[in-house]
């Protein structure tokens, strides 16, 4: 793991084995591990630790945060149509992904 952080709402992992041929196998298993952490923590409050949800504020920064949080700093739920919820090529699950490869 060479990096952990907030990004879009969620936790953003940044990753790569410490061998040089890593195994299809391995890859596919940090995968799982790291796109099941980003999922739950699209669904808990970052500031209070209760159920949550994406919520947008009005100059467009993303936070995962429950109803009466959101409600205190002014934010509104993130839209399930929004064009940006979609998954990146790199397989990871994201609000927006600045993948580059």
């Not at 299809?24 to 995968?31: F, K, Q, S, T």
């Not at 993303?62 to 090529?89: D, H, I, M, W």
């Amino acid at each position: 793991m060479h990096q952990i952080k907030e990004k879009f709402g969620t936790l953003c992992y940044y990753f790569w084995p410490s061998s040089d041929d890593p195994s299809p196998e391995l890859i596919d298993a940090m995968y799982a591990v790291t796109d099941s952490a980003d999922h739950v923590s699209a669904t808990i409050c970052e500031r209070c630790g209760n159920p949550g949800a994406l919520h947008q504020s009005p100059r467009v920064w993303v936070k995962t945060l429950c109803g009466s949080c959101a409600n205190e700093l002014g934010y509104n739920p993130v839209p399930s149509t929004n064009r940006f919820l979609t998954q990146c090529p790199c397989r990871t699950p994201r609000v927006v992904c600045d993948h580059t490869r």
